[in-house]
């Protein structure tokens, strides 16, 4: 508890610095229109990854302060960051994926509601080429087919679509259970503001 730590830049573990930054340089790349499933497919994989990381990493800053450069040496935290991330990404995926074909539905009248699991189980397959947990494959496979079998297609995207990978960010993000119950609206909030921004680009993307 008493020691100092002295870092540099170059001391930090690149491939965490590289996974942070990331997001933040994808999202200022220009924006491609989605014109078909396979677009969407691009669209949904790339978002959903942006706001996990976005919003995790966001939040530890936020907590943590001047110490969240240390995070990168502590190989403990880092692993728990690492789990916090599949999970928060696996729950957007599914957010992401009900939104779109549901919304495509209503607004576009593209009826193959099937595509959802298609493209879904897609990614999925693609995430095993890099190591996201398989134990965690076939969790988020199960509750996906859960929340099908219960989807009001016509509604889905006009009520609270991704209040699940909200309460996913909270559930996993490592942070002490005290600090998380004080930070519990802020910490749903971000997320659903982070979600409002990519609902507004998708829209003005859309050209199927």
């Known amino acids: 508890m008493g020691i100092k730590y002295k870092l540099k830049l170059k001391d930090l573990k690149l491939e965490y610095l590289i996974d942070y930054f990331k997001p933040f340089l994808k999202f200022l790349k ?13 669209y949904i994989q790339k978002k959903s990854a942006w706001i996990s ?3 995790l990493y966001g939040y530890l800053k936020t907590r943590m302060g001047a110490k969240y450069v240390l ?3 502590d190989e403990i935290f880092l692993g728990s960051i690492n789990k916090a991330k599949w999970n928060i990404y696996a729950v957007s995926l599914q957010d992401l994926c009900l939104y779109s074909i549901s919304y495509l539905k209503e ?3 593209k009826h193959d509601t099937g595509k959802a699991k298609e493209i879904f189980l897609e990614i999925l397959n693609d995430e095993k ?9 076939e969790k988020t496979k199960k509750e996906f087919n859960e929340r099908l079998n219960n989807i009001d297609w016509e509604k889905h995207h006009k009520n609270l679509p991704f209040n699940n990978s909200a ?13 998380k119950t004080l930070d519990r609206k802020i910490v749903l909030n971000s997320m659903i503001l982070k979600w409002d921004i990519i609902k507004k680009e998708f829209s003005n993307l859309l050209n199927f």
């Open 30 to 42: 220009p924006k491609e229109k989605i014109r078909n499933y396979d677009d969407l497919k691009n």
């Open 71 to 73: 995070m990168f040496e």
């Open 53 to 55: 990381q976005v919003t």
């Open 167 to 179: 309460l996913s960010l909270y559930e996993w993000a490592p942070i002490a259970d005290e600090l």
């Open 107 to 109: 607004v576009f009248q």
């Open 129 to 137: 080429k890099n190591q996201m947990p398989i134990d965690l494959i």
